[in-house]
Each structure stands twice: as C-alpha cells, then as structure tokens.
C-alpha cells in the first residue's frame, strides 16, 4: 500500500508538470526568459524522471486495471450463482426422499418430461431445471418439502401438512328430492331438466338397487363434487332457457339432467353451480 501510494504521487505529479508544460509551449509571445524556462524545466523533468519509470507506473497501472476488471467479473458471477441458488434456476438440486412427501420425486419426474406442456409453468418461474420444479412442487403446489434455502418468513398455508378428513362411505340412494332442491327453479331450462329427473326416477332407482346388489355392499368413497353448469348462466348468455318451448336444442339439458342424477344416485357429495356468483362462492 505504501508503495503504491509514493507511485500515485509521482504519477500526479508528473501529470501536472505535463500539463503546465503544455500551457507554455502553447504561447505565441514567449520571451527569452519563458524560453528558458521552459527548458529549465524540461530538464527538470528529464532529470525527475529516471529512464523507463513512466513506463513502469503506466505498466503498474494497466495490471491494477487488469485486476480490478477480473475481481468485477468474479465478484458478477459470485453474484449471479447466488442469485441461481437463491430462486431456484440452479440445476444442482438433490431430489427430497421425504416419507412426509412421498410423490415428490413422481411429480419432479412428471414435470421434467411435461413442464412445458402448459404456459403455467413458466409464468410461475419453471425453468426446465429441477431446483424450479422444486420450488414449484413446495410452494405453488405442495407435493414436496419446502426448501431449506428459500425464504421461509412466511410460509403459505399450504406447507402445513393438514389431517385429512375421515372418509365417508357413498350409498346409493333412490330419493331424487334432495336433488330436486339444488337444481332450482326460476328458468325453463331448469324446469324441464327437473320433469325429465322426475320421469326416470323409478329407472334410476331400479338401476341403483341393481348395481348396489352387484357391488354386495363393496366400500365406495364418497367424493365432493362441484358442478358448474356453465351454459345456463347469465353471464354466458343462457340462450337455451329461452328456446325451451320453441323447438330450441335440448340436448344439453337432457345430457347435464341425466349426469347430476347419476352422481345423485351414486351417492357423492353434490354441489350445484348456476351461476359465476355461485362458483366463485
């Protein structure tokens, strides 16, 4: 450092000399006295500055600015690997074995040979690499363990492995009214939907006591189930309710009639949707 310092004086002292050098050879009046001056002073120079020490200062100087330049370029790559490391764009992540997660290392194979199947993906930062399946796996769905080198300040909700609950055995069931109830009323559509759930009410139940009988009690899970009908809401126009009885399409109906009842009867958890309002409730 000491060294370095003495060189920087010489160099700045160097410059000015220079520079005042230039300011007098730049007279057009210069008299015998500046003259020689002048020339005092050059050889002051010659004589300040022994052979080939410009040359080193400048050569000293050129391998500082050579250092300085590769100490930037490392510290920029130190910088871009943590910032890989830190968001997951690395490809040198080890695939968890978590009993607690155990489809992880499924769901990472499956989205190394889909990821690209679906924009989704990439909107959530997947990258092809397996450190952004992982961090899409943990945190955008929850198949595998949260990360130890993400910021975990705040976990999502859906980190917390939740208990399950106790699952519920689906009968069959042969009353339509329940159903009835959650088709509604109010447009023709819906009730024409209801007269022909009423009209094969008996062939359900036939049908119903006839696979239950098949099955000999075997255990079925009842599932919820959500059913948007989309077609007969308002906000995608509803163009059907209005043609009911005038000879308009009623095959859509008939087709979303027939499988609300059969989800009915096998005895699922049904959920009825006629409207966005209702969905997005």
């Known amino acids: 450092m ?23 050879s730049k007279l057009d009046n210069t008299s015998s006295t500046d003259a020689r001056r002048l020339d005092e002073l050059s050889s002051a ?8 020490l410009v040359e080193r200062i400048q050569a000293i100087a050129q ?7 590769r ?4 510290l920029q790559s130190s910088m871009v690997q943590g910032r890989a490391v830190r968001d997951g764009t690395s490809s040198q992540c080890e695939i968890p074995r978590d009993p607690h997660f155990p489809e992880c290392p499924g769901k990472v194979d499956w989205m190394r040979a889909r990821w690209t199947s679906d924009p989704c993906y990439a909107f959530y930062g997947v990258d092809g690499s397996d450190c952004s399946f992982l961090v899409y796996l943990s945190e955008v769905e929850w ?39 959650q088709v509604g009323a109010g447009k ?13 009410a008996q062939q359900w139940a036939t049908a119903a006591n006839h696979l239950d009988a098949k099955l000999e009690q075997r255990w079925r899970d009842q599932k919820k189930i959500l059913v948007h009908v989309g077609f007969l809401t308002e906000e995608s126009g509803d163009v059907f309710s209005p043609k009911v009885l005038k000879g308009g399409p009623l095959g859509e ?22 409207s966005v309002k209702e969905l997005q409730g």
């Open 253 to 274: 109906m008939v087709q979303w009639a027939d499988i609300l009842t059969a989800l009915h009867v096998l005895g699922h958890n049904l959920k009825i949707s006629m």
């Open 45 to 52: 120079i010659n004589r300040f500055q022994p052979a080939g």
């Open 143 to 181: 198949f595998c363990p949260p990360l130890a080198w993400r910021n975990q300040s705040s976990p999502p909700t859906q980190y917390v492995v939740q208990p399950k609950a106790p699952k519920r055995q689906a009968a069959f069931r042969t009353d339509l009214s329940v159903l009835l109830d």
């Open 63 to 69: 391998n500082v600015s050579n250092m300085a330049t």
């Open 2 to 24: 000491e060294s370095r310092g003495v060189l920087r004086k010489i160099s700045d002292m160097l410059e000015v000399i220079l520079k005042r050098m230039d300011s007098l």
């Open 188 to 200: 023709e559509s819906l009730s024409f939907m209801k007269r022909r759930i009423r009209r094969l």
């Open 71 to 74: 100490v930037e370029q490392i």
